[in-house]
């Protein structure tokens, strides 16, 4: 099993920026990669970033350029760095973690970003 804690999530006004943190526990040694998620309520969850533990990332076109993901291998720490936010980026992100090649088998509880115009 894995673990993932979400941290990082506030409220902003549009055109700052904020770095969200996910933090893995457990058996993590069997991670594949990790993702960023959001979700907006009522609405299907959205995937943002994802990173490999070979480090390779991917991006949703809707936040490259704006979102960057990293990880810090030492802390099994995953993280999402936003820049210029928009009121539109108010939702509910979610980190997740997957051991094969394949759709995220674990998820975090999720944390709030909320931005104010």
């Known amino acids: 099993q894995v673990q993932l804690v979400e941290s990082g999530g506030g409220l902003m006004q549009a055109g700052g920026s904020l770095r969200l943190s996910c933090a893995a526990s457990?058996?993590?040694?069997?991670?594949?990669?990790m993702g960023w998620w959001r979700q907006i309520p009522g609405k299907q969850r959205d995937f943002l970033a994802g990173i490999s533990m070979s480090g390779i990332t991917n991006y949703a076109d809707s936040v490259k350029g704006r979102f960057t993901i990293s990880r810090d291998s030492a802390r099994d720490t995953v993280y999402l760095h936003m820049s210029n936010l928009k009121p539109e980026d108010t939702a509910v992100y979610l980190c997740?973690?997957?051991?094969?090649?394949?759709?995220?088998?674990?998820w975090g509880q999720g944390t709030q970003v909320t931005v104010s115009s």
């Open positions: 997740s973690a997957a051991r094969y090649p394949k759709p995220p088998e674990y």
């Open positions: 457990g058996r993590t040694f069997d991670i594949h990669a």
